[in-house]
Nanobody, 115 residues
Framework: QVQLVESGGGLVQPGGSLRLSCVVSGITISDLDMGWYRQGPGEQRELVASITRGTTTYYADSVKGRFTISRDNAKNMVFLQMNSLKPEDTAVYYC?????????WGQGSRVTISS
């Protein structure tokens, strides 16, 4: 059974930074395209960044230039470095496959941007 455990969220002021981590267990991620998703208050979950097994990256326009996705296949982990955070980045962040065949969602990591 695949488990996804996100961590690293918190409360930061606008302009601050956070680094999210995702530990994946139950499957080896090296052959998978992985992504970070977020769900803001009253909004649908959206893909904000993804990384292929070949390390090609994709970013939503709203985070391009501010977020960086990376992976460590040896540790079976995916990361999201978030810089220049804005109040509109407030959301619960989740990692999962970048695929229509996603795994069951983890609990997510809450990110709140507020002064």
């Amino acid at each position: 059974q695949v488990q996804l455990v996100e961590s690293g969220g918190g409360l930061v002021q606008p302009g601050g930074s956070l680094r999210l981590s995702c530990v994946v267990s139950g499957i080896t991620i090296s052959d998978l395209d992985m992504g970070w998703y977020r769900q803001g208050p009253g909004e649908q979950r959206e893909l904000v960044a993804s990384i292929t097994r070949g390390t090609t990256t994709y970013y939503a326009d709203s985070v391009k230039g501010r977020f960086t996705i990376s992976r460590d296949n040896a540790k079976n982990m995916v990361f999201l470095q978030m810089n220049s955070l804005k109040p509109e980045d407030t959301a619960v962040y989740y990692c999962n496959r970048d695929s229509s065949r996603r795994f069951s969602w983890g609990q997510g990591s809450r990110v709140t941007i507020s002064s």
